[in-house]
């Protein structure tokens, strides 16, 4: 099993700047893409940004040039820095990502989608 974990969520005022975390642990050869995805009240979930292993980085039009996607592949771990803070961004923040349990899933491409369990950001003064 592979489990997502996030953390450093929390109360910010608009402006302000946050740094979310999601850990990756469990039986792990690799992990592919990593996502960061957010529901607001009452909303869908919607896109955040994506992380590709080697790096490559994709943005929602809404967050681009205020958030930053990033990760450390010898930890196993996903970042998501938020600046510049909005009341629009209050949501719950879902970190996913496709993980490979062995070297054998991995050349055969037979990936798990594996989601956490989200972290609260609220964006209020």
């Known amino acids: 099993q592979v489990q997502l974990v996030e953390s450093g969520g929390g109360l910010v005022q608009p402006g302000g700047s946050l740094r979310l975390s999601c850990v990756a642990s469990?039986?792990?050869?690799?992990?592919?893409?990593m996502d960061w995805y957010r529901q607001a009240p009452g909303k869908e979930r919607e896109w955040v940004a994506s992380?590709?292993?080697?790096?490559?980085?994709n943005y929602a039009g809404s967050v681009k040039g205020r958030f930053t996607i990033s990760r450390d592949n010898t930890k196993n771990t996903g970042y998501l820095q938020m600046n510049s803070l909005k009341p629009e961004d209050t949501a719950v923040y879902f970190c996913h990502a496709t993980a490979f349990h062995t070297y054998r899933d991995y050349v055969s491409d037979r990936y798990l989608e594996v989601w956490g369990q989200g972290t609260l950001v609220t964006v209020s003064s």
């Open positions: 469990g039986s792990i050869f690799s992990i592919g893409a």
């Open positions: 992380i590709t292993s080697g790096g490559s980085t």
